[in-house]
């Protein structure tokens, strides 16, 4: 039995039947199934979980929920773990974390003690002198860095998303949040319950609320009783709602696993966080949140500690005291900050055990243990103004405190979704203002400053009402109170209204300082006032500069106080100020939970199993994949000479499924095709085809391919591979403007094709269609036609992209196999290859035609690539027009020309400078050595004064050689263009 | 409810103060209280003596997209033009903190752009030429290299986008935003610059083509010069002196991690998988990714940024899944079709332009606030900046560096 473990009647989420051990810091410990890390340690009498940022100080249990810095800890890989939310495993292997040396010995301590000569702003002010002292400093500070670490050899293992809609989603699983879920079910909503605790019932699982806690566990089951058995009631367990998107769109971690949730209406139940007070050393282990205690009480059957003194600013407080003398935890003292003696039920019920009340006092310091490591006692005195005491402290031995100084809401998912957080003066405390809440929002409970637990209920269902409304279901009755019929002894169980629990100032200085206000970050009253006084005096700045609020717990037990803190300082009023913006995640993510399963699409043509039995080498298009060549690595350059030359002389086949297809159709069809790109289309022919070229508005190259006008008005067209997307959104996105008659279509993958290019490809083609003639008088140069291909159903196209006779047959996707293989067949006493993208590559490169993306750039004008042809000059509009236009009268920068190497030259890469003297003139964008030519050959950019046939110029190597290139005509091969008119 | 008492305070000099009371004239008038803006008022009054002048906020100090920036600088830029640009200003950075008497913790970690296509390794190797050429620090590395430079990568060839070399920029560098405009500020404040937060300005006075006054919420202020500086707000602002920006408005969101240990020394940014990532002094991962698919002027974020940023940095980095991402937020990105800025001279006289920032605008800080200072005081255009005037674009003579932006947008 643990040395702090309590009786069997507390501790409702244990299973005591299952012991379990786990190491922490280098030793091990028993616990029980249930347990968190937190709860297993302090049963064992362990207090310091963790060391603090900056300090490296002690830390323990703050609030017990996860809500803190206080606890992190590293498990294995994974850093910066909770560990008063994780529950342990049996042989789970726990260590501390920014820790230099042990837990128990950290000699980053000495950081505390010198803390004098660390102000807020200090590394702004310091290390930078002399010049060059920084480069020294740097790296020892980045040493001190950060908390958990990461192991670099992990390999987090992929989990799944899940998608889940709801008519009203309700998050957060306390009174409220029941109250509001049964209500809309009512109603006929389909409704979904987040909650992130393993039981329902929010703080009715620890909070004590009155004097006889058998009522509060009733009312718990009751509630639970209502919503959980019912049938439009869906509940989300143990899930942490972490962000509030537009559109209700709410991510939450679910055990393993992200869920995506789209809600017509929201309730936000989000309850509060308890808020601790600022005093010296109120970051000792042994000093916490009553509501921390309660939990280890409750939840973990953990005594949190044998002498207590709790310190309050309201009635829940003494629910701490009364929990805590009944746990067996010896309660000396009650110090509460208010002035008046306070009379009811509760504080009676205390006073009857004994405990001393001390009206209008403070905790004004906390005693240390040896190396701050534990609680010694408190420093207790009257409170004599704000934030000032009388003077007269008197010590009293405890090793736990308890603090019940307030609250702050949980609005962080409100905000998220657009809400804004006031500090309201009168009651002390941060309100959501309803007026700026997100559509179809609702909030209830103590976020919505509703802390009387009967008025909390009553609150949630009328938000759940409200939600069932906004959801349209519309309930014919006002709201009843949920169970107002069944238990209504319970509702009135409570004392009915109460003073706001909040103390507006639980703040007290102390010369020696150590108060913390932000634990994260070991900021001091000091630091926030310093910031203010530097001039950094907004709260953004505030923040900012010193940090404050930045760390894990991101401002849950800061933000509020800090607020007081710096407005004062500032000397300005608090009341309607905002605390700085809160945003998502609400709880921190797992990067692998964010990612899912990773999809990273890749498409196959219909052929790709072709291309692999014959030992195709494939390579990257877009998404696709496609043959490189069709060779052993080894023998890539030769191979691709080869294919090119089979093209050349012979017959070759490529697949060229992946250029991007589209179907423009309706009567508007050729004056769309007009605007979009810079040829003429309103006169081309039916069955002919025509180059299309599209620029954007600065008449920037950013596609080309192919249209084929397959009826008056019918458009087919080819794109780039990739440039498709890019096209289709584009196209979509101008006609929503133009609102022209036409419909277009991404028929990409519904079709495959091939070109079947060479001097014999007519042989072939002649073997296997009826209804296509393809000699030259039946099907000339450009023109379009369709019929059967070996008895599939084609769109052939007479284009020449290699410069030889060739055919572009395009078939429906689930054909293409069938016509690659038909080719191949008949082919085969032709000797047909198969080539791939290096050899088109080349093919082309030997004509001299552009790649779109390789041989121009994001501002190449069509004059500039020697495609001025392709504007038709009368049209009155393309886009890009205008821009093409103004450029055409200042006379061009650059030019694209073609150019050749001696045989002997060093050859240059691609993307390599060319030059004009010393300047920089363009760059080699295309290059390759050409069988056909037996030369090398490529394509540069170079100044407009560089294009003379026969100049040279030179291209700068990688290794700053210089290459001597001469401007050659274009195309390099067959410039009359004889062969691909055949 | 108790009497207010004020705590006790030591009183260190003020670095600045954001709410003094505005005057009737100055002679020069800066919208845009962020870090361009608070650069060009500090190195006016630094370099040319030019004090009377005011640097207007609507909100807090630097609360824009200084604010929300990740922070990188670098000059591994594709245009001669750019990349002087730029490689002033990294030069500028790396002083900063002793000229102006501030640590901005300035950081040389190395800059990565990784290339995963063959497309994007013929830009790198096109981006090293002209860095080289130039006289910046940038080379072409392939894997074997890499691996030395940041072994932690994953440079697998089994995975869907394999990594087939990067572009290495050892100069690049990060630093703390925000201090780069609190340094600026302070320096700026200390010579005389006035700077007023929570100051909005409605509207312009033009007389005869001329810029002679601004309107504020607080009031109406005569002035002899106007800069507008307000990146994510430019179009806007500019609408007010009657001039149409060729700027298209995108949200551009980051997020960080928690604080972990160091792991990661240099800069990685992959444009193929639209992730870029370098860790902080404190220790966080520092991450964004493209901008947002579609104009919008809204600094909300979304859970889809988060998710394909992950799903890409995992790629990268498999062993950071369990690792937790913290905050994340938005800025907005005013985008050029050119992926240059605009600086300069405007139809309007007197009134003189710092925008279309995109997603570049925290690495030219420095040189920005240099070069305007010098044009607001001399009324000379510097060399520098003459290739971004904003009259380029009616001639369509664009600095095309969109090759050379952070991430593929």
């Known amino acids: 039995m643990n040395a702090m473990r309590l009786a069997e009647t507390y501790g409702a989420w244990l299973d005591r039947s299952q012991p379990l051990t786990f190491r922490f ?125 990461i192991d670099v050899q992990a390999s987090p293992e992929r989990t799944d998303k899940q998608y889940r809609f709801a008519d009203v989603a309700v998050i957060g699983g306390g009174p409220a949040g029941l109250a509001a879920a049964f209500q809309a079910a009512e109603a006929g909503a389909d409704v979904i319950l987040i909650d992130e605790n393993r039981r329902l019932g929010g703080s009715l699982n620890y909070a004590r609320h009155q004097p006889d806690y058998e009522q509060v566990v009733a009312l718990r089951e009751t509630l639970v009783r209502q919503v959980q058995p019912h049938p439009n009631v869906s509940i989300l367990g143990n899930a942490t709602c972490t962000g509030w998107f537009d559109d209700n769109w709410l991510a939450a971690l679910v055990e393993n696993r992200l869920v995506k949730l789209r809600a017509k209406s929201v309730v936000a139940a989000t309850g509060s966080f308890e808020q601790p007070a600022v005093f010296r050393n109120n970051d000792l282990p042994g000093v916490m949140l009553g509501s921390a205690a309660q939990r280890l009480i409750r939840l973990y059957g953990v005594k949190p500690g044998r002498k207590a003194v709790v310190l309050t600013a309201n009635d829940d407080g003494y629910g701490v005291a009364l929990d ?18 306070i009379r009811t039920e509760l504080v009676a019920a205390v006073k009857g055990k004994g405990v001393r009340i001390l009206p209008g006092h403070m905790v004004y310091e906390a005693g240390p243990g040896a190396g701050l490591r534990s609680l010694k006692g408190v420093y207790i005195d009257a409170i004599a103004d704000q934030g000032k005491i009388a003077g007269r402290p008197s010590f009293i031995e405890c090793d736990l405190l308890c ?154 037990q800061s933000a509020l106080n800090n607020l007081r803190i710096a407005t004062q300082a500032a000397k300005r009023p608090s009341h309607g100020l905002s605390i700085t913006t809160q945003r998502p995640p609400f709880y921190p993510e797992p990067i692998r939970l964010l990612a899912g399963q990773s999809f990273q699409p890749m498409r196959r043509t219909a052929m790709h199993h072709r291309h692999l039995e014959l030992d195709a080498q494939m390579t990257s298009a877009g998404h696709w994949q496609r043959p490189a060549c069709y060779a052993p690595p080894e023998k890539r350059r030769q191979f691709i000479e080869q294919e090119a030359l089979a093209v ?103 079709f495959a094709a091939v070109n079947l290019a060479g001097p014999k490809s007519r042989e072939i083609l002649q073997s296997l269609t009826d209804d296509v003639d393809p000699s030259q008088a039946g099907f000339a140069y450009m023109e379009v036609r369709t019929g059967h291909v070996a008895t599939i159903p084609a769109r052939l196209l007479r284009v020449g992209f290699t410069g030889e006779l060739g055919y572009e047959i395009h078939v429906p996707s689930s054909q293409g196999e069938a016509l690659w293989d038909a ?77 050749t190497l001696a045989n002997d030259a060093p050859m240059p890469e691609e993307y390599n400078l ?60 067959d410039p009359e263009g004889q062969r691909q008119e055949l | ?289 493209a901008a947002d698919p579609y104009p919008l002027y809204s600094t909300r974020s979304t859970l889809e940024f988060k998710e394909e940023l992950m799903m890409h940095l995992l790629e990268l980095f498999p062993f950071v899944g369990g690792l937790k991402i913290l905050r994340q937020w938005a800025g907005m990105a005013d985008m050029t079709p050119d992926f240059s800025p605009v600086m300069g001279l405007t139809p309007v006289e007197n009134y003189y332009i710092d925008a279309g920032w995109g997603t570049w605008g925290f690495k030219a800080t420095p040189v920005c606030g240099k070069r305007l200072a010098e044009l607001i005081a001399t009324g000379e255009v510097p060399e520098l900046i003459k290739p971004f005037e904003l009259a380029r674009f009616h001639r369509f003579q664009q600095v095309g560096e969109r090759g050379a932006a952070a991430v593929g947008h």
């Open chain 1, 25 to 149: 810091d280098g030793r091990e410990y028993t616990g029980c199934k249930g347990d968190t890390i937190a709860s297993a340690l302090m049963a064992n009498g362990v207090k310091v979980i963790s060391r603090s940022f900056k300090y490296h100080r002690p830390r323990g249990v703050l609030s017990m929920a996860g809500q803190d810095g206080n606890t992190l800890v590293q498990i294995g890989a994974e850093p910066n773990v909770r560990a008063d939310l994780r529950l342990i495993d049996d042989g789970m292997i726990v260590t501390a974390q920014n820790v230099f040396g042990s837990l128990e010995n950290d000699y980053g301590r000495i950081l505390d003690i010198f803390s004098r000569f660390l102000p807020v702003g200090f590394y702004y002010k310091t290390f930078y002198k002399p010049r060059g002292a920084w480069k020294f400093w740097e790296p020892v500070i980045r040493r001190m860095a950060g908390l958990g670490k």
């Open chain 1, 403 to 556: 603090m019940s100084v307030g609250y702050t809401p949980a609005a962080q998912l409100l905000c998220h979704a657009g809400a804004r957080l006031e500090y309201d003066e009168t009651d002390a405390m941060l309100k959501v203002n309803e007026e700026t809440l997100g559509e179809n929002a609702v909030i209830a409970g103590s976020v919505n400053a509703v802390f009387d637990l009967d008025a909390a209920i009553k609150d949630g269902a009328r938000a759940g009402h409200v939600a069932a409304g906004l959801a349209g279901y519309a309930a014919s009755d006002p709201a009843p109170a949920p169970g107002k019929a069944k238990m209504p002894d319970m509702l009135e169980m409570n004392t009915g209204e109460r003073e706001p629990p909040h103390h507006p100032w639980p703040i007290f200085s102390h010369p020696k300082g150590k108060e913390f206000v932000d634990f994260d970050e070991d900021l001091q009253i000091k630091d926030i006032q310093q910031s203010v006084a530097e001039g950094y005096d907004d709260l953004e700045l505030v923040k900012r500069y010193s940090t404050v609020v930045m760390g894990p717990s991101q401002g849950r």
């Open chain 1, 648 to 750: 050349r002389n012979n017959v070759g086949l490529i697949d060229v499924s992946t250029l991007g297809k589209l179907e423009i159709r309706g009567p508007d069809a050729a004056e769309f095709m007009n605007r979009m790109y810079t040829f003429a289309y309103t006169k081309q022919p039916v069955s002919r085809s025509r180059y299309v070229l599209m620029t954007d508005e600065t008449g920037a190259i950013i596609d080309d391919g192919v249209a084929c006008r397959m009826g008056p008005e019918h458009f087919y067209v080819t794109t780039t591979t990739g440039g498709i997307d890019t096209v289709y959104r584009s196209m979509l996105r101008w006609n929503a403007q133009w609102r022209l008659n036409v419909d277009i279509a991404n028929v990409t993958s519904a």
């Open chain 1, 914 to 973: 060319t030059l004009q003297g010393e300047e920089i003139a363009g760059r080699v964008t295309s290059i390759a050595y050409s069988r056909s030519l037996e030369q090398s050959i490529g394509l540069a950019y170079v100044l407009s004064d560089q294009t003379a046939a026969g100049s040279t110029f030179k291209i700068k190597l990688s290794n700053g050689q210089r290459v001597d290139a001469q401007v050659a005509q274009l195309p390099f091969y």
């Open chain 2, 1 to 289: 409810m108790l009497k207010k008492s004020s705590l006790p305070l030591s009183l260190p000099a003020r670095h600045f103060s954001g709410q003094g009371r505005l005057k009737s004239r100055y002679d020069v008038v800066i919208i845009g209280g962020g870090g361009h803006g608070l650069a060009t008022a500090c190195y006016l009054a630094g370099d040319y003596g030019v004090t009377d002048v005011a640097v207007l906020e609507k909100g807090y100090l630097a609360g824009g997209n200084t604010a929300r920036n990740t922070t990188i600088i670098r000059s591994n830029y594709l245009t001669p033009e750019g990349v002087a640009f730029y490689e002033e200003s990294r030069k500028l950075f790396a002083g900063l903190s002793n000229k102006l008497d501030f640590n901005v913790l300035y950081s040389e970690r190395g800059h990565l752009t990784l290339a995963h296509t063959d497309a994007a390794l013929r830009t790198a190797r096109w981006r090293a030429e002209v860095n080289k050429h130039l006289g910046v620090d940038s080379e072409l590395v392939f894997p074997d290299e890499i691996a030395k430079l940041c072994p932690q990568l994953n440079l697998s060839p089994d995975v869907r986008y394999p990594i087939l070399g990067a572009l290495y920029h050892p100069p690049g560098a990060i630093a703390r935003h925000d201090a780069v405009a609190w340094a600026y500020a302070r320096r700026a404040a200390a010579l005389g610059v006035e700077i007023h937060t929570q100051t909005e300005v409605t509207g312009l006075k033009i007389e005869n083509g001329k810029v002679t006054g601004v309107k504020t919420r607080r009031g109406d202020i005569a002035c002899g010069k106007v800069l507008q500086a307000v990146a994510g707000m430019s179009s806007e602002v500019a609408r007010m002196a009657g001039i149409k920006l060729p700027v298209k408005t995108i949200p551009l969101q980051a997020c960080v991690s928690e604080p972990v240990k160091p792991f990661l020394d240099p800069i990685i940014v992959s444009g193929s998988l639209h992730v870029y990532v370098s860790q902080s002094a404190r220790g966080e991962l520092v991450m964004g990714a």
């Open chain 1, 823 to 899: 080719l191949m067949s008949v082919g085969k006493t032709l000797e047909i290859r198969p080539f791939g993208v290096e050899a088109q590559r080349l093919l082309r490169l030997e004509k001299g035609h552009i790649i779109v993306g390789q041989d121009t750039d994001g501002l190449t004008i069509p004059q500039e690539v020697n495609l001025t042809w392709a504007i038709a000059g009368k049209k009155p509009f393309f886009i890009g027009k205008r821009a093409i236009d103004v450029l055409s009268t200042q006379g061009l920068y650059r030019q694209l020309v073609g150019f």
């Open chain 1, 324 to 341: 805590l003398v009944e746990a067996g935890t010896q309660v000396d003292v009650v110090v509460d900050m208010r002035a008046d003696e």
